[in-house]
């Protein structure tokens, strides 16, 4: 299915869409963080919100570390991994009060991994009355708010759980 147009959508068309490589290798090399929607950064991992995503607020962790099989992630990898998706949850609920999420790493494009030679992990906000998680997946939304304004709103609650620990 087709995406829609959508304006939030014309800043990744714009730029990373011509991109080629890795966006999971490049877009933290590119230390700009901002215009490439990187969220928080760890030791091994970061975080991004989903240019594309299937709700608002849709976000991914990844190891800066180049690695498309799962079951290669180092043990500090997946720790830290994990541990930022429940940060992820946790900053989800604060900014947007969802009322669940879908979370899930995608292994291979036939189970619909866009970029499958890099794993990440996707913290999927859920709220009453958006679609099912399968036709979100597969499907075309349009999404009220900007990514700029998301990741905006999203930074501000990260930083201010940063200052509480
Ligand atoms: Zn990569």
């Not at 906000?125 to 036709?135: C, H, I, K, Q, S």
Request: net charge neutral.
């Amino acid at each position: 299915m087709d995406q829609l147009f959508a304006p939030w959508r014309m800043a990744y068309i714009d730029g990373a869409d011509k991109q080629e490589g890795c966006i999971f290798c490049d877009f933290p090399k590119a230390n700009e963080d901002r215009k490439r929607l990187i969220l928080a950064r760890g030791e091994l991992v970061f975080v991004i919100l989903n240019a594309f995503p299937y709700n608002p607020g849709h976000l991914m962790v990844a190891p800066f570390r180049h690695e498309g099989d799962y079951e290669n992630l180092k043990d500090e990898e997946c720790l830290e991994m994990h541990r930022f998706g429940q940060r992820c949850v946790a900053v989800l609920k604060e900014a947007m009060n969802p009322q669940g999420f879908n979370m899930g790493i995608n292994i291979g494009k036939t189970a619909g991994a866009g970029f499958a030679g890099h794993v990440h992990l996707h913290i999927v906000p859920r709220w009453n009355g958006d679609t099912n998680f399968m036709p979100v997946i597969a499907g075309t939304k349009v999404l009220p708010a900007s990514l700029q304004e998301t990741w905006e709103s999203l930074k501000k609650v990260w930083e201010a759980h940063d200052r509480r620990r």
